[in-house]
């Protein structure tokens, strides 16, 4: 086992005189040449061990990182936490696997997927060994892969804006040529309400794309999922294409749910695309949403099918893989269904695929029901 000779005053400690006579320990000398960052420290996060790739990920010599504690590779702000995290990790004997950031000896940020366990002595914890692997590069690769669906999102969604926007301009030009020749069907008042009504549409179209463009914080609050739905299938039926039909089959009872509307907005329009692109010569994309008991409570659903290529068996079991994508080549990024399945897990749902090759795909995302609805209904 690796350890630190605590009165060697040498880190990483020499290589025994038994290994020296007979070559090495062939198990040390694959660790110390690892591709991947070994780091040991003790109870008190005092760095005691380290490998080559230790050194060449922090830009910190061995023996600069001998007089260090593994929290002084992060910044100041993260210092605090990363403590609590040790100390709670000492308290865990499982093996765990983490993503963290720390900064070189420059001030370079670097993405760590680490992998740890505690070492224990004598029934107590005496470490804690951890496998780093940079993966800085493809955290980057995965950030641009997210912009680039974010902006063929966009993209979409600006076209079925533009569009919306001008019937409400026309509606609010109408009703206001009513109002200032006095001619019209209905009153001054009617008319007011609707242009103000119309106004109130636009403000939120505006808001909802620029949610999706900036990509901010989500704002939670209590939604119904079939006005969602159903200002979604608008804007479809309008811009989706020719020779593909639109359907809604709205039978939950209960539709209600504390979720972000423009990310869940995201998710359906998302999905909706991918049917869209199983079906080059033309198909049905049907909205279907219902409700369900499950072990973790009372959940809404939405089923987004379609009657298109369908995805192989093999292929099914990697769809929510990020950059994994059976699209032709500059056709998709791979991070369109990476990023759904990321957006329902911070709702606390999960989305299940049912597939089979040349009958199409139903995607159902399950979200669940606050609970004085499930206790009540709507």
């Not at 993260?78 to 696997?97: F, K, M, N, W």
């Not at 509606?171 to 119309?198: F, K, M, P």
């Not at 499950?294 to 079991?317: S, W």
Request: overall charge negative.
């Amino acid at each position: 086992m690796l350890h630190a000779d605590s009165n060697s005053g040498v880190f990483p400690p020499p290589a025994s005189a038994e290994e020296q006579q007979s070559g090495g320990d062939p198990l040390r000398g694959f660790i110390e040449n690892s591709p991947d960052a070994v780091f040991v420290c003790d109870r008190s996060e005092r760095l005691i061990w380290v490998n080559a790739q230790a050194e060449q990920i922090t830009g910190y010599s061995a023996a600069e990182l001998a007089s260090m504690r593994v929290t002084d590779l992060f910044d100041a702000e993260s210092r605090r936490g990363a403590a609590v995290a040790i100390r709670r990790r000492l308290a865990s004997r499982e093996r765990q696997r983490h993503e963290v950031r720390i900064h070189t000896k420059d001030g370079v940020p670097v993405d760590l997927e680490i992998f740890s366990w505690v070492v224990v002595n004598h029934g107590c914890p005496a470490w804690i060994q951890v496998i780093a692997r940079d993966i800085t590069d493809a955290k980057r690769r995965e950030e641009q892969a997210h912009r680039t669906e974010q902006a063929q999102l966009l993209s979409f969604l600006a076209g079925g804006v533009a569009h919306d926007f001008n019937n409400l301009l026309m509606a609010i030009y109408s009703y206001a040529d009513q109002l200032r020749s006095g001619a019209g069907e209905v009153s001054s008042r009617e008319a007011a309400e609707i242009i103000q009504q119309t106004a109130e549409r636009g403000i939120e179209m505006a808001s909802r794309l620029l949610r999706s463009a900036t990509g901010a914080s989500p704002e939670i609050a209590e939604m119904d999922l079939h006005l969602t739905i159903t200002g979604l299938v608008n804007l479809l039926q309008q811009t989706i294409g020719a020779g593909i039909e639109v359907r809604v089959e709205l039978n939950a009872a209960t539709s209600h749910v504390f979720a972000d509307s423009s990310q869940i907005y995201q998710v359906l329009l998302n999905l909706a695309m991918n049917a869209r692109d199983a079906m080059p010569n033309g198909g049905v994309i049907v909205f279907r949403t219902g409700n369900s008991r499950e072990p973790t409570g009372e959940m809404v659903y939405v089923e987004v099918a379609d009657n298109g290529a369908g995805i192989p068996p093999a292929l099914l079991n990697r769809i929510f893989e990020p950059f994994f994508t059976t699209k032709d080549t500059g056709k998709g990024t791979g991070m369109g269904l990476a990023l759904v399945n990321g957006i329902v897990k911070n709702h606390h749902g999960r989305i299940t695929v049912d597939s089979e090759a040349g009958r199409g795909t139903t995607f159902r995302v399950s979200l669940p029901l606050p609970r004085h609805a499930a206790a009540g209904g709507r």
